[in-house]
């Protein structure tokens, strides 16, 4: 198989064993069905084993995969009549974020998200995901697009993080940023995220501020990448598997942190293993906000968003305790 | 002698013939400027004036797109006879309107109007660059308002095609004000919901480029379309700067975020339903 983990080989060890008892009962006059047959409860168990107990790390590989499915990769399995916008109409069109207008089962939308690349060459135009602030300002103007035509807003995040360089910072990269929360928190349009791969730092949160916020079984979110967090930590970019542990990044952390509201089961071993039906848990999670959100009025939107962000953050208060 | 064996002299002497000149009657055949390739003209047509060998995008007449883009018989025009005053008394402007109309067989530099693309209604003004190079004045200010104020009070999306070079220079500074009263018409409209596309075609420039043609929802361009505001010329002599090849092409406008997209004429009208249709569709979350 491609592209299997580390952890995985077990499992894959396995199959090859069970794959090669049947080739050999073939040409083979012996009976091997029993034999077969407690291999693949074996193999069922061991998938248990090793699936139901992924360690941080483990899905931070798992959400790293080359071939797990992007942006776009969604974008066609889930919406109809989908037309890409391009440019920020101010210095360049970032092809870090893609974006446009669909229809998600005859609802006019607007879907953004960041763009990981499938193969090298693809990944230098798509600068491997990092968006540069272009890409921010142009997501911001294809949200207020939908804000002015009344259309709900799902974003898709998967990035590394906001991409750390030169012209980025002399383009005002922070302020890109900023001016995406500033303004997403005023939409009166419901927005939907679903966090699909990596969510790295204010370069997720960028498209991150929704009504719903939503992480894929194997996705991550963080204020920074293991590896920045090592490095910042530790001095050493090589304790990435301790920092992954130690942050609380993977989706059932920040469920149990209260960022997130839901979790998308993956399929298992991974989305990549099969993207259609990815797509289709996808596709349940989405139909059941929207049914919800759209219910609401433009003011109650912005509330629930407003409440939403407005209790996140542990803090001890003194003064509260007093008072009570 | 040996000589005459390298003798270039001619045996019969070639008589030129009035006649051959005439075979080809005039405007039977088009040369493609790009790739150089002699078509038929009637050929460039049927294919809406792109080269069917290099995909040139040939300038389309007002008349000829509206004709290409909304369904047959549809199209209800406004303001047909309205025509240009001469405000400064510039000397040889009415001669030269004479001469266009004549030549264009329009009152100006636009064509506005209703119809419907796909069944879906529109309010839609294209320019035409063969009238005064597409120049905007008084009347192309107007009518392109008049159309904006009709959309705004039909509850219509409204489509713009411009095609300019820029402001009427014999209307002097009541030209560039229409740049200012065409942009404040699409403010009001856009701030009721109005939909605005905005399809720049070969040239768009100048004042025209810098006002209506940039506002819209989607902005688009077709393939080669030279698009900018001030011109190569005289960015080149004013700060001395070389210039890349592909300066102020659509393609250039793109790379530098200006445009949603850069759309073939072939795709042009379906795009155009696609996105009507999306704005237009309501859904239901009945699931």
């Known amino acids: ?324 | 002698m040996i000589k005459n064996i390298f003798s270039k002299k001619k045996k019969y002497a070639s008589i030129p013939s009035g006649h051959a000149k005439y075979d080809v009657p005039e405007g039977i055949m088009t040369k493609c400027p790009k790739c150089k390739k002699i078509m038929y003209s009637k050929e460039i047509e049927k294919n809406l004036k792109v080269c069917n060998n290099c995909g040139y995008h040939f300038q389309m007449g007002a008349r000829e797109r509206i004709a290409s883009l909304l369904d047959h018989g549809s199209f209800l025009e406004y303001d047909s006879d309205m025509r240009s005053e001469n405000p400064l008394n510039f000397e040889g402007y009415l001669e030269k309107l004479e001469k266009d109309k004549e030549k264009t067989k329009l009152n100006e530099a636009v064509v506005t109007g209703e119809g419907t693309i796909g069944g879906f209604p529109v309010v839609i003004a294209v320019m035409d660059a063969s009238f005064r190079m597409g120049s905007m004045g008084s009347v192309v200010g107007e009518k392109i308002t008049r159309a904006i104020e009709k959309a705004k009070k039909k509850n219509i999306p409204f489509i713009i095609f411009t095609a300019s070079g820029g402001a009427r220079m014999q209307e002097g500074v009541l030209s560039l004000m229409q740049m200012a009263k065409t942009s404040a018409a699409l403010k009001l409209f856009s701030d009721e919901g109005g939909l605005i596309i905005s399809v720049m075609t070969h040239p768009t420039t100048g004042g025209v480029s810098a006002s209506f043609a940039s506002l819209g929802d989607y902005n688009f361009a077709e393939p080669g379309a030279l698009i900018g505001f001030a011109g190569r010329r005289i960015i080149e002599q004013t700060i001395r700067e070389e210039l890349p090849e592909d300066f102020q092409t659509a393609e250039f406008l793109l790379k530098h975020g200006q445009l949603d997209s850069v759309l073939h004429r072939h795709q042009l009208r379906d795009t155009l339903i696609n996105l009507l249709d999306i704005h237009q569709a309501k859904g239901d979350v009945d699931w």
């Open chain 1, 1 to 324: 198989m491609v592209g299997e983990l580390e952890f995985e080989k077990p499992i894959i060890e396995l199959k090859k064993k069970i794959h090669e008892l049947k080739e050999f009962t073939k040409t083979a006059d012996v009976d091997l069905s029993a034999e077969i047959e407690k291999l693949e409860t074996r193999l069922k168990n061991l998938e248990k084993e090793i699936y139901d107990h992924l360690s941080p790390w483990n899905r931070v590989q798992i959400a790293r995969h080359p071939n797990r499915p992007t942006t776009l990769d969604y974008i066609e399995l889930l919406f109809e009549n989908f037309f890409e916008c391009h440019g920020d109409r101010y210095f360049g069109d970032d092809e870090a974020i893609v974006g446009g207008v669909a229809k998600f089962h005859g609802i006019p939308v607007t879907v953004i998200g960041q763009q990981r690349g499938k193969d090298t060459k693809d990944n230098i135009r798509r600068n491997f995901g990092m968006p540069h602030p272009e890409g921010y300002r142009k997501a911001l103007r294809l949200m207020k697009q939908a804000n002015k035509f009344n259309r709900p807003i799902i974003t898709f995040i998967d990035t590394k993080g906001a991409y750390p360089g030169k012209a980025a910072e002399e383009r005002g990269q922070s302020e890109a940023i900023a001016r995406n929360l500033f303004e997403m928190a005023g939409f009166s349009v419901p927005i939907i995220c679903i966090v699909i791969g990596e969510g790295g730092s204010g370069g997720a949160l960028a498209l991150g501020v929704g009504n719903h916020i939503y992480m894929l079984e194997n996705s991550t979110y963080s204020v920074i990448s293991p590896e920045g967090a090592a490095a910042l930590l530790w001095k050493d970019a090589g304790l990435a598997k301790k920092a992954a542990e130690t942050m609380k990044i993977t989706a059932q952390d920040l469920k149990e942190l209260g960022v997130i509201d839901d979790i998308i089961p993956e399929v298992k071993g991974g989305a990549h293993r099969d993207v259609q039906l990815q797509a289709k848990h996808i596709e349940q999670a989405l139909k059941r906000s929207l049914k919800e959100l759209t219910n609401m009025s433009g003011e109650e939107l912005i509330r629930h968003r407003y409440e939403k962000f407005n209790s996140i953050g542990a803090v001890i208060d003194e003064q509260v305790t007093n008072t009570q």
